[in-house]
């Protein structure tokens, strides 16, 4: 019988949503090879020796950016590489959820069949954008970095506080983007190569785009959320998660025989007998506690973990877990639309039975979960802590090792 590495995705991310895949992973059990398509898309290969690599993993994990996806289904960010303005256009009209408002710029280079066509209408709705003379928009063009400053500061000067001294940059003239760069300077959104240095002319980089633009977002505070609201949402979802796994101990009812057939087809034959014995555990619900709690990464990470265990439940291997801490929780920083929330106290002894032995492991899942407003105005959480890339070798359907 082909047997498949269990994907160990544990020792990768530290989302409380995980907690229980280190005792698979310690098991050191075989399970048949699940589609992780969806996790290795905000994981990209280029990303992890990158200096801001935490930014980037945000803005894939809030869905505000999209990696590349080559033949192979390898995915890459290219934070280096330069960013067009239509591009940014789009970055920012998601960050701030704009439908397109009253008297839109019509731009002769930017017709209703293009991508970007809807994104820089609703930006020119609001007066963030304006064209580059004679008509057009030029949305195929690299972006400066004096751009950005201009547009960010337009987007956010009713709801970020534009105080402070701002830095000297030598090299900016004194042109239109003196008072923008300044400006932005001044919340702290742009920095510059070194005090004296901006580089206005310069086309800017795709991760220099998204760390000007998640500084802007951070730094909104006129329609703060309250915190007992945020800390409140995150324990009651690592409650629900923590009664659904442990009532799906006991089992949906599901007959070992019947599991065996789904996982081996017809002829069983080969099937451990542990598994022909044993009872299904039902993690579904941990999909209905995703929808209601959780949306971009952290969604489909216990989408994910749902499939997982219940993989492992089908080859007969019993987990037990017992809460053994008690649940803190602070609110690190919040903005207008975005907020972290560190989780301590999420401590776990774990017990993993398989061929009636059984072993025990302590997990310590306790880490930082980061939320967003949503269009209806509810949160939710959507990322968290990633410490190192996913092995993505172990998540195509079929691999083996």
Do not use: C
Request: hydrophobic share 35%.
């Amino acid at each position: 019988m082909k047997k498949h590495t269990f994907l160990k995705v544990v020792s990768s991310i530290t989302l409380v949503s995980l907690l229980l895949f280190p005792a698979a992973a310690y098991a050191a059990e075989t399970a048949p090879a699940l589609d992780a398509s969806s996790i290795k898309k905000y994981l990209p290969e280029d990303v992890k020796d990158h200096e801001y690599a935490a930014t980037i993993h945000d803005m894939l994990q809030s869905g505000l950016v999209n990696g590349y996806v080559d033949e192979a289904g390898n995915v890459t960010v290219k934070p280096e590489n330069n960013i067009t303005r239509a591009e940014f256009v789009k970055i920012l009209v998601k960050a701030l959820d704009l439908d397109v408002a009253a008297n839109p710029q019509e731009f002769s280079d930017v017709k209703p069949e293009h991508w970007h066509y809807d994104f820089i209408r609703t930006a020119s709705s609001h007066g963030l954008i304006n064209g580059i003379g004679e008509g057009q928009f030029a949305p195929d063009r690299n972006i400066t970095r004096a751009e950005i400053a201009k547009i960010v500061v337009r987007a956010f000067e009713q709801t970020v506080p534009f105080t402070g001294a701002s830095k000297q940059f030598t090299d900016v003239p004194d042109d239109w983007s003196k008072p923008y760069v300044e400006k932005a300077s001044q919340a702290g959104i742009v920095n510059g190569y070194d005090d004296t240095h901006f580089g206005p002319n310069d086309k800017a980089t795709r991760v220099q785009a998204m760390l000007m633009l998640q500084r802007a977002l951070h730094k909104e505070n006129t329609t703060l959320p309250d915190e007992t609201m945020l800390k409140n949402l995150v324990l009651e979802m690592n409650q629900k998660l923590y009664e659904v796994v442990t009532e799906a101990v006991y089992g949906s009812g599901e007959t070992g025989d019947t599991v065996a057939e789904e996982v081996y087809g017809n002829e069983s034959e080969e099937a451990d007998t542990n598994v022909a014995e044993a009872v299904y555990a039902d993690y579904s619900e941990i999909k209905d506690i995703s929808d209601e709690y959780a949306t971009g990464f952290y969604h489909d990470v216990l989408d994910l973990s749902a499939d997982i265990l219940t993989e492992l439940s089908k080859l007969g291997i019993k987990i037990e877990q017992k809460h053994v801490a008690d649940w803190t929780l602070e609110v690190l920083w919040k903005s207008n639309r975005y907020a972290a929330v560190k989780v301590n106290g999420d401590v776990y002894d774990v017990t993993v039975t398989k061929d009636g032995q059984s072993r025990t492991h302590r997990v310590d899942a306790s880490s930082t979960v980061f939320l967003k407003k949503m269009n209806d105005g509810s949160w939710k959480v959507y990322g968290g802590e990633v410490k190192q890339p996913l092995p993505t070798g172990h998540l195509q359907p079929g691999s083996q090792n």
